[in-house]
């Protein structure tokens, strides 16, 4: 039998026993083992979230037009400029839509907000 045999069947063989989740040692320090066996906040699943719910309300409350303004500006990352050539507009128009775009989102949230927090209490 090689060495590396022999700890990896060490190592199966403690495999078994689970660490505790509840130390009494407060050493562990951001990126410890015990730390990362532990996990670690994800942002990621708060954008997903976000993304999800804005597609929603822009369903509801947007144009098709005015979603396609969007997802070029925020999810494209096009220029306003850029849209304008694209759509056919000029560079003010398009301005003047996101600006009444977001102000369309801005009163759906604010909407959305308020009838759940009425089902609430």
Do not use: C, W
């Amino acid at each position: 039998m090689l060495p590396t045999d022999v700890r990896q069947a060490h190592e199966a063989l403690n495999a078994r026993y689970a660490d505790s989740l509840s130390t009494d040692d407060d050493s562990t320090e951001p990126g410890d083992p015990l730390d990362r066996s532990h996990g670690q906040i994800d942002d990621g699943f708060g954008h997903v979230e976000d993304k999800a719910t804005m597609a929603a309300l822009a369903a509801q409350t947007l144009t098709g037009r005015e979603r396609d303004i969007l997802r070029l500006r925020f999810d494209d990352d096009l220029t306003q400029h850029d849209i304008a050539r694209m759509m056919g507009l000029s560079p003010m128009q398009v301005s003047r839509m996101l600006r009444q775009i977001l102000d369309k989102m801005h009163r759906g949230v604010m909407h959305s907000t308020a009838d759940t927090m009425d089902s609430l209490g």
